[in-house]
Structures are given as C-alpha cells and as structure tokens.
C-alpha cells in the first residue's frame, strides 16, 4: 500500500510538473509575442517631419478662382505642389545639381506634404508670395531612418536612403529642423499606398459598420432562437437535429461561412461586393451558435421557481417569459454576445472570401460603401513588400488587441456585475 501511495504522489507531482511547465510555456510564448508586437508597433503611433522654409511661388500657384469652398479646392488641386517642395528644398541646398540628385532630394519629403500646404493655402490666401517654415512630414524612408530601424553604418546598396540624402539629414538635424510627434495620421486617416500616409480610421470604421450589422441581425434571432429552444420548443426528433446542427455550426471553421456568403449574399443575391452589409450578414450566420448557446444556457440558469410564482399569479407563458425570465438572464446573454462579437471583430477569412480585401482609401459612411476591416487590413500591410508598413502591422494589432481586450473585459465586468446566483 505504502508503493501504492507513493507511485500515486509521484503521478500527482509529475502531472502538477507538467501542468505548470505547460502553463509557464503558454506566458513564456505570449510575452514575446507582446513583446515583439509593442516594440516594433509602437514606433508607428509617431511620425517625423522636416523644417523647411516653403516659397509659396505666385507663378506656380497663380490665381485662386472660386467663391465657394468647393470652387475653390478645385482650383487648389490645379497647384503643382511638388514643384514648390522642389524648389524650397534647392533654396536650403542650394549645391544640388543635376536631376538625379534634385530628385534625391525630393524624396526626403513625403507626397503627403501637398495636402498640408493645400490646407494653409485654403486657411490664409494671402500667404501667396510669401516664404512660410512649415513641418513637412518626412518620407517613410527617412522616417525609418531617424526612428533607428535603418543603420547607416550599412553599404548604401543594402539601404534605401542614399549617403547624399544622409548627409542633407545631417545638416537639417543639426540645425534643428527635425521634429518628431504623435501620428494622429494613423488615427484618423484611410489607406494609403504610402506607409507614412496609410492609417486605420478606414478599417476602423468599416469593422464597426460590420459589426453593427452582425449585432442587429444575429442579437434578436439568436435569443428568440434560444428562448424557443429552451422554453417553447416540443422535446422531439427535429429539435434535437436543430440543436445538434447548432452546437455543429459552433465548431465549423470561419472560411465555411465566407463560402455561404460567396455563395449566397454576392452570387444568389447579387449585394455590393465589399460592402459591411455582406460582411455583417456573413459574420451574423457565425455568431448566431455562440449567442444561441451561450443564451440557453443563461436561460436555462433562471430557477424554475420563477417560472412557478409568475404562472401562479396569472401571467402567460408569454409574459412569464418576457417580463421575468428574460430579464432576469440578459446579463449572460450579454456576455455571451459581447464575447461572440469579439470574435467576429477578429475574424479575417470570411471577410477575404467576400472580396472585402479590397484596396480601399475612402472612409466608408454607410453599410453599402466599399469597405475593409482592420483584420483585413492587417492582413493587406503584412503582406506589403514596403518595409515602412512592417510597424504599421504591429501598430495596427495594437489597437485591434486593445479592442478585444475592451470588449472582453466589457463582458467579465457584466458578468461580475449583474450576474444573479440562485
């Protein structure tokens, strides 16, 4: 008995051991994870920009015509912008010779710098004829390069930024006209095919159009399915088929879905590809299992003596149901839908299957506009030859992992807070 015992402890212990072991390896791999994601993403959250007295050229410029806002940005978009980077910059370096070198230098600032110049233009028109300091925003290249991520102690052919663009560097950093600061560009921006210009405001809005539809069309069907299946459904053949089909659906991978939306919404239906009305119907018929599971089981938590003294004061079935039951499990039906909807927040492949992989730069402002999401969008810039969209990605699932770690925390908080134990 005694060798019993101690092969029996010795079991507990090496199952303790490799319990433990397992543990200690799954926090192991998830801070490197984080590790990994937050010192290559947050670099991403800030962005560069150069000093530089800018010549607004009345001969490039001419003439603003236009009495409204709307005239008047038309007559703007005319401007050669370039031109007036270009020759503000031959004003600093004035040594710069030949059309390489001019292009060179050219390619210190950003494409994105127009838009700002646009905007002062359209502020004040009676800077035209006048020499303006400006923060220009700072190319990707060199932006990458004042960040530290590119060495300058390389051979010039295995980096982007030339030894004469270094140099030109050199000389504006030592007269202070580096600045850096918080990107609110990758807030509040759309894509771009430019990595200092792309940002995620896009994206963003277009997973909460998504959502917003997944919740309106998979929240009512899936608690009225549950409160059928729990309360009103006869115990018979076809609702065990129902309900078995159900808890299959939960386990069934998310691509499966993208190929019913394919095949129905975009093929049978005909609906605008890429749109968050096709994206929100898709991840609805995802979410319904979890909401109908998780909401059964919040029902099915109420006591029986709630149902009793309800009927046994003259409510229907109906009413005992609605003013009663209902109510009283609609805090794990929340969590349950929260936690459902923070797993279609991340989902990626039903979306690629519905075409919402889709380059887009708008800011879409309805269900039927052409949108991504940021799961999507994530996957688009890690697959971008581009290195500057490399802290981009990891910006990006930043900000989708501090959503989900909202939404999760949400539905804990929910719980702990409304939750009723019998």
Known sequence: MQARLKRRYRKERMFKAVGLGGLMTGLLALAVMVISILSTGLSGFTESRLHIDV????????????????????????????????????????????????????????????????????????????????????????????????????????????????????????????????????????????????????????????????????????????????????????????????????????????????????NLFNMPRSAPLVGGLTLALMTLPTIIISSRAAIRAVPPSIRDAAIGMGASRIQTQFHHVLPLSMPGIMTGTIIGMAQALGETAPLLMIGMVAFIVDVPHGVLDAATALPVQIFLWADSPERGFMEKTSAAIIVLLLFLVLMNGLAIWMRHKFEKRW
């Open 55 to 266: 010549y607004m050229d009345p001969e490039i410029i001419g003439t603003i015509a236009g009495n409204t806002e709307k005239e008047r940005l038309h007559s703007l978009m005319q401007i050669n912008y370039s031109a007036l980077v270009r020759n503000s910059l031959r004003q600093k370096f004035p040594d710069v010779k030949g059309r390489r070198n001019i292009f060179s230098l050219q390619k210190l600032v950003s494409k994105g710098s127009r838009e700002d110049i646009k905007q002062r233009l359209l502020e004040d028109e009676s800077i035209i004829g006048k020499t303006i300091t400006m923060n220009l925003l700072a190319s990707s290249t060199v932006d990458m390069y004042l960040k530290g991520q590119i060495s300058r102690h390389v051979d010039q052919s295995e980096r982007k930024i030339s030894d004469k663009q270094l140099a030109w560097l050199d000389v504006l950093q030592a007269e202070g006209r580096i600045v850096k600061g918080f990107n609110w560009k990758f807030l509040t921006s759309g894509d771009s095919r430019e990595p200092e210009l792309a940002g995620i405001w896009g994206a963003a809005m277009g997973s909460f159009l998504t959502l917003l539809v997944t919740l309106v069309v998979a929240f009512p069907i899936g608690v009225a399915s549950a409160l059928y299946l729990e309360e009103f459904a006869p115990k018979n053949k076809w609702t065990d088929l129902i309900e078995i089909n159900i808890n299959n659906l939960a386990a069934v991978p998310s691509i499966i879905f993208g190929l019913l939306g394919l095949a129905i919404f975009l």
